[in-house]
């Protein structure tokens, strides 16, 4: 009556838990063979209802949005990590004064004052400092992205190549 057969062993649990359930009402009189298809057949009858009542439930929701492919965004990220990897990389080859001025200007968004105050140092160095250090960094990143990435090592730590550890 399915015309499946998991569906159909389903079916079958769900005939004998419900005969469990009512085996007291079972009499002597009715032969087990019926009493059980009474049961086969109303068990039948109310997965059909329930299928059905899904089935139509399921319709009247609003149709789902489609759904974003990740391969971009997965290849984003990977892309964006590679790009970070390869910035550090170079930073790294920089002299910690050039780089500390690049960063504090470049990536903190700090003025030519603001940086001169936080290092300590005039206005008129870290001007020559960045100057330096964006010509450096042109060159160098250059050269790495015509390394071959076998060739690539893992950028030292500024603090370890500087013999401060």
């Not at 998991?6 to 359930?21: H, K, N, P, Q, T």
């Not at 009402?25 to 009542?53: E, P, Y």
């Amino acid at each position: 009556m399915t015309g499946d057969s998991a569906g159909a062993e389903d079916i079958v649990s769900l005939v004998f838990l419900e005969a469990w359930r009512l085996r007291g009402t079972f009499d002597s009189v009715t032969s087990h063979r019926a009493w059980l298809f009474g049961i086969t057949t109303n068990v039948i009858r109310n997965t059909r209802r329930a299928a059905r009542r899904h089935r139509d439930a399921i319709a009247r929701l609003p149709p789902s949005a489609v759904v974003p492919d990740l391969a971009e965004a997965v290849v984003s990220r990977m892309v964006d990590a590679a790009e970070a990897a390869a910035a550090l990389a170079v930073l790294n080859r920089l002299r910690r004064a050039d780089r500390e001025v690049l960063l504090l200007h470049v990536w903190s968004g700090l003025s030519h004052d603001e940086v001169a105050q936080a290092c300590g140092v005039p206005v008129g160095t870290v001007r020559s400092r960045l100057s330096r250090a964006r010509a450096r960094l042109r060159k160098l990143a250059a050269a790495y992205l015509a390394e071959s990435p076998a060739s690539r090592r893992a950028p030292a730590s500024p603090i370890a190549r500087e013999g401060n550890l």
